[in-house]
Nanobody, 124 residues
Framework: EPQFVESGGGLVQAGGSLRLSCAAS????????VGWFRQAPGKEREGVSC????????YYEDSVKRRFTISKDSAKNTAFLQMDSLKPEDTAVYYC?????????????????WGQGTQVTVSA
């Protein structure tokens, strides 16, 4: 079973930035799309962003477009989510996830593997 080491969450004021990292073992980002989902209290989990196996295609949920940027270092099997201009409504637990090859499962919320999650809290 693949494992993910997630880091970078925390508390930040509105307008600030955070950078999430997800280092994977047991699978290769050369064969898997990788990205993040988030779940806020009382809300359903939603796909936030994804980058496909080749890095040629990305997905962003509408509310984070032009604020979040996903990238990855396939040599280190690590993905990054740069989150800028954070808003209180971005507060959630963010979960790293991976799906075979493409990001097509992101809007449906059904990747193949999940990380343990990291808390992001944005204060007003």
């Amino acid at each position: 079973e693949p494992q993910f080491v997630e880091s970078g969450g925390g508390l930040v004021q509105a307008g600030g930035s955070l950078r999430l990292s997800c280092a994977a073992s047991g699978l290769s980002f050369e064969h898997y799309a990788v990205g993040w989902f988030r779940q806020a209290p009382g809300k359903e989990r939603e796909g936030v962003s994804c980058i496909n196996n080749s890095g040629s295609n990305t997905y962003y949920e509408d509310s984070v477009k032009r604020r979040f940027t996903i990238s990855k270092d396939s040599a280190k099997n690590t993905a990054f989510l740069q989150m800028d201009s954070l808003k209180p409504e971005d507060t959630a637990v963010y979960y790293c996830a991976a799906a075979f090859l493409t990001c097509e499962n992101w809007p449906k919320g059904s990747p193949d593997f999940w990380g343990q999650g990291t808390q992001v809290t944005v204060s007003a």
